[in-house]
Structure formats: structure tokens, C-alpha cells
């Protein structure tokens, strides 16, 4: 149970609707410098805090579980990936967790389908061209890229992303494979015309087109790892807008380089913001800086989330959005 103005603390400047809805709710206070928090700072925040409402930029290890203080009951995450957070550590000793699932699937889903669009029709390539006054004119051989319609497209984690992923990519006439821990409902399957690979490595040696859609969970860790990363056709594209962590970075600028995987485009990495030189000289990876869900809208949705688990456990009552244990594809 949380008491009635509980002490919360937010990690980094949030859109300014929900700062003030805060305020008034809450006693609250705020990173005003949106610099990213290293480990003492965390520290002392978990220690005084009754509430904790960090982002993906806080990594809530053991230590700054061990750290907090008898009041702190709830870390609500700002975000739906809860990768960064020892949800383990933080439910024995008694804090729950919450996080804001569904209100960034659609934004997230749009850039997916973004990179499953420009990465094999180079639009990158074209726009770099204009900018560099490099373009010389038409020739037919020009820019070829390759034809989105009728290619296989193979969904990593069919969850309310992976879902509005493979919406968005069914109307452009792709043909819709996934991989998820269950098989999603019959009806699911027949609406996306649908096909399941119980088989991760079978979906991925036969796809043109793979999207990576599924939590960073230890289950998830590398779930691409060297010697499935080598199963992918030549002449096919991977996008991933989950987690960095969910495939091996090292094995797959190697195979970018060495033209064994087509193209990639990537919103995350391994270690973010840190990004691997070798990828910058790539000329067929489209990189975004970690923009998936970075609408004003979702960002707003998302900071009511928060409220609404904060304010539920001040009323007494379990947060809607808890999160047990990180979950499995
Ligand atoms: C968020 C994300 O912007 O919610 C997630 O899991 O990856 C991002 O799109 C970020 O987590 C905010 O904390």
C-alpha cells in the first residue's frame, strides 16, 4: 500500500502534460537536467523515494535494488521493455514492478514497416545521393532495390507489436511468417494470413525479410546468436526495433560486411549509445537512434500509464501493468 501523496521520483524529463498531472497528484520530483543517472545518484533516489519512475536509460541492477529504502514500493517504468530493471531482486523484496505495455505498439509497429520499406528499396542510399549532390541522373540500373510485394516476411515474437507489424505488412502484400513462444489464436492466423514456424531456425533460413519484435528477456539474450544468424539467406534483410541484445551484433556486422545478409536496418544496438563503428562504414544498414515509440502522443500515453499504476496502488489496489518476471518469446 503506497500513502496517499506518495514520494515519487522521475529519472528524466517527461512530456510537460504529464509532469504537471503529476505534480498535481503526487509529491513529485524530477531530474530536471534529463542527464542520464549513474549509479550513486539511482542510489540515493531508490533510498528516499516511494516511488521510482525510471526509463530505459536507468539500469536498476541488484545493488541499486539493495540499495532502496523501506518506503519504496513501486518502480513504474516509463517504457514497456523492462529489460533493464532486476524485477527478480525488486519483487523479493516486496516492490512491484509496472510497466506501460500497448500504447506504443502501433508507433513502434509504423518505424518496423519504416525499415522493412527502406532498407531493401535504399531510400537511405537515394536520399545520401541527392544530399551529397552526388545524383548524375536516371539510368535504368540505377538504385536498384529489391520488390517488397510477395516476399516472406518472418516475425520474431508475435506479441501486440509483432501483431501490428505484420497488419501494416500483410496490406503491402507480404507474406506473413512468425515465431512466438505460443501459437496466437486461430483466428489471428486466418485474419494475417499467417503462417507459425514452431522452428525458429527453419522460419529464419527460408524468410526474405525478418523483424525482431520480441522482449529482451534472459530467455531472448543473443536468440540470434552466430550460428542462427548463419542460417539466414544471403539475399535476405533484418530489422530490429526490440532490443540490441536480441541478436549478436559482432556476428551480424560480420556477415553485413562480408554480403552473407543483405541489409539490416536497426533502432537498437548492444550497448546504446555506444555504436559500433564497423556499422557506419556499412553502406547497406539504416540506422535510427533508438526512435521507435518517439511520438508525442505515445510518449503521452505512456506518462498516463505511469499515473494510473501509481495512483492505483495508492488506492490500494494491485497496478494493472505489473510485471512479475521478464517473459519468454
Ligand atoms: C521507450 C522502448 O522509448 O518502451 C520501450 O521498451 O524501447 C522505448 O521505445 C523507452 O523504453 C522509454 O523508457
Known sequence: MLKKNPHVYVTRLLPEIILNRMSELFNLEVNNSDK???GDDLKKVFNEFDVVVPTVTDKINTEIIKSSGQNLKLIANFGNGVDHIDIDSANKKGIFVTNTPGVLSEDTADIAMALILAVPRR??????????????????NFMLGR????????????????????????????NINYHNRNRVAESIEKELNATYWASLDQMLSSMDIISLNCPHTPATYHLLSPRRLKLIKRDAYIVNTSRGEVLHQDTLIELLQEKKIMGAGLDVFEKEPLIDERLLNLKNVFLLPHMSSATLEGRVEMGERVIINIRTMVDGHRPPDRVISGTTI
Not at 536520399?127 to 551529397?132: L, V
Open 36 to 38: 542520464q543517472l549513474n
Open 123 to 140: 531510400l537511405f542510399e537515394g536520399e545520401k545521393k541527392i544530399r551529397e549532390k552526388n545524383w548524375s541522373g536516371w539510368s535504368p
Open 147 to 174: 520488390r517488397i510485394y510477395g516476399k516472406k516476411l518472418g516475425i520474431v515474437g508475435m506479441g501486440r507489436i509483432g501483431s501490428a507489424v505484420a497488419r501494416r505488412a500483410k496490406s503491402f502484400g507480404l
